[in-house]
Structures are given as C-alpha cells and as structure tokens.
C-alpha cells in the first residue's frame, strides 16, 4: 500500500507534532476540569442531603422528645382527673344516699306529723311550726340536689377534657409519625 503525499507532508511539517501534542493536552485539561467540576458539585450535593438528614434527625428527635412530655404530662392529667372523678364520684353518691335516706325520713316525719294533727288537734300550732321547719329542711334537700346536678355536669366536663387531651396525644403521634416516614426516605435517597 502506498503513503498519500498528503500525510507525509503533514508529517514532515516542522511543529505538527507539537501542535497535536498541545491539542490532546488541552482536551485532556479540559475533560479534567469538567471531572472535577462535577465531582466537585456531587461532593456539594451530598454535603446538602447530609445536612438535610441531619435536620431530618434532629427535627425526629426533638418531636419524640415533645411528644414523650406530652404524653407523661397527659398521662399525669388523666391520672389526676380520674382520681379525683373517682373521690368525686364516691363523695356524691355518698351525699346522695344520706339524701335519700333523709328524704325518706322527712316524709315519713311527715306522715306521721300529719296522723299527730288530726289525733291532737289541740296542739295544731305546735304541730304547724313543725310542719315548717320539716319544709325548710326539704327545701334545703332539693337545694342539695340542684347541687348534686351541677356536680354531675362538671365530672361530664371533666371526661371531655380527657378526652380532649387523648386527641392531642393522638395528633402528636401521628406528627412523630409523618416525622419518623419523612427521615426514612431521606435515607433511602441516600442510600442510592
């Protein structure tokens, strides 16, 4: 196979080879800048994503923290609202058993103050003035009542505020929740 002229002259030219030497140089220089640009700019991207995790981290912990406080200061609220419904609850039917029992009593007082009446109806005065103080007092077992009534509202009061604070407690878990998915695919990204 013959040389083309061609070749040979670009060959034999003085400073051909020096010009293709520069050229490969420049390009190699070129690709490497390029390399490390992009290097660079992958180093600067996981930087981010770890930074990123860690807040991720930092956030998921300080929302367990939250919600461990929340949860021990709901647990001592319902702890002491179910207490004191308990003594509330004991005291009140304690109050309403006497009232009962009074009750029973005043009218069967009152009955027999009424047979008295019309045994002795000399001594009908005597038996009024009785008669009155035994309505005061029967008064004051219906004002005792009303009393019982509002009592039993507030304890109603007192379940819907527990059940108020379930309700936030339940928020805040599913807040650490959506948190703890959150940080999960933070490192699933990572990871690829």
């Known amino acids: 196979m013959t040389d083309n002229?061609?070749?040979r002259k670009i060959s034999e030219t003085p400073g051909a080879k020096d010009v293709l030497d520069e050229a490969a140089?420049?390009?190699e220089k070129a690709w490497r800048e390029k390399l490390l640009r992009e290097t660079a700019d992958l180093k600067t991207e996981n930087a981010l994503l770890r930074a990123q995790l860690d807040e991720f981290n930092r956030k998921l912990v300080e929302a367990r923290d939250r919600n461990e406080r929340l949860e021990a200061?709901?647990?001592e609220r319902v702890a002491f609202i179910e207490e004191k419904f308990e003594l509330d609850t004991a005291s009140i039917e304690l109050e309403n058993n006497e009232l009962h029992a009074a009750s029973v009593r005043y009218l069967a007082d009152?009955?027999?103050l009424s047979r008295q009446v019309?045994?002795?109806h000399a001594e009908a005065e005597a038996m009024s003035d009785e008669i009155e103080r035994l309505r005061?007092?029967?008064d004051a077992a219906l004002k005792a009542q009303a009393e019982l009534s509002d009592a039993l509202l507030a304890q109603r009061d007192l379940m819907a505020e527990v059940a108020a604070l379930k309700d936030r407690l339940a928020a805040?878990?599913?807040r650490a929740t959506v948190a703890e998915a959150?940080?999960?695919?933070?490192?699933?990204?990572?990871?690829?």
């Open 5 to 7: 002229p061609n070749d």
């Open 25 to 27: 140089e420049q390009i």
């Open 73 to 75: 200061d709901c647990n």
């Open 110 to 112: 009152a009955r027999e």
């Open 118 to 120: 019309v045994q002795l």
């Open 136 to 138: 005061v007092k029967r």
């Open 172 to 174: 805040s878990e599913r």
């Open 182 to 192: 959150k940080v999960e695919v933070m490192t699933k990204m990572r990871g690829e």
